[in-house]
């Protein structure tokens, strides 16, 4: 079975420009998540979605992040524009029905903010 | 609110020396637990969780153990090897809610 499937692996952009990071989960998982990863942090929670609709984006700073789940299968999470502190790690993960289902992540997409 | 409290590392142990890694939590519900691994340059995977008070989650030899009256899911193994060097993530999950430890990062030395 494939696993989650993250793009691009490493991204280096300049303060002030723009980003988007894709993400296909595994084939049949209804919720898919988004998560910013701080070097020496735990994974925190940007935005998660049931399908295409979303279930909670109360931690997204809605002001520069944007993300989307067109036809509940495939994602993308956009930064416009970026600071030097969104460099981390962005996580995507999936479940069969989101709650307390197991997540499976992705490997991350690096971002540096210069 | 609902939180993951874990061990602050780094960690290094010698070759199968046991090991133990503290994590309590605070949670409103009966959340499920869980420790996840993260190897250098992989994504987060899920090592072992526990649904409800007492279950004993286990793989790869490690263990933990759903302790409600200490809130607590401590990970445990007995002997580690150096392919077990990692960072450990122990996580919580109530309703639709997921929350992270800051992680621990394990170095095993031969």
């Known amino acids: 079975e494939a696993g989650v499937a993250q793009s691009p692996r490493y991204k280096i952009i300049e303060k002030r420009q723009s980003v988007a990071f894709w993400c296909n989960p595994i084939?049949?998982?209804?919720?898919l998540y988004w998560y910013q990863q701080i070097l020496g942090q735990g994974p925190k929670l940007l935005i998660q979605?049931?399908?295409?609709?979303?279930?909670?984006d109360s931690q997204l700073p809605k002001d520069r992040f944007s993300a989307e789940r067109l036809k509940g299968v495939d994602s993308t999470l956009k930064i416009q524009p970026a600071k030097l502190e969104d460099s981390a790690v962005y996580l995507c993960?999936?479940?069969?029905?989101?709650?307390?289902?197991?997540?499976?992540f992705g490997p991350g997409t690096r971002l540096l903010v210069l | 609110g609902d939180s993951v409290t874990q061990m602050e590392g780094p960690v290094t142990l010698s070759e199968e020396a046991f090991l133990t890694i503290n994590c309590t939590y605070t949670?409103?519900?009966?959340?499920?637990l869980f420790w996840y691994v993260q190897y250098p340059g992989e994504g987060l995977q899920l090592l072992l969780k526990?649904?409800?008070?007492?279950d004993k989650g286990s793989n790869k030899g490690f263990e933990a153990t759903y302790r409600k009256e200490t809130t607590s899911f401590h990970l445990e193994k007995g002997s580690v090897q150096v392919s077990d060097s990692a960072v450990y993530f122990c996580?919580?999950?109530?309703?639709?809610?997921?929350?992270f430890g800051t992680g621990t990062s394990l170095t095993v030395i031969p």
């Open positions: 949670a409103t519900g009966y959340p499920s």
């Open positions: 993960a999936s479940s069969l029905a989101g709650g307390r289902e197991t997540q499976y």
């Open positions: 526990a649904t409800k008070a007492d």
């Open positions: 979605f049931q399908n295409n609709g979303v279930v909670d």
């Open positions: 996580a919580q999950s109530s309703g639709n809610q997921f929350y």
């Open positions: 084939s049949g998982h209804a919720t």
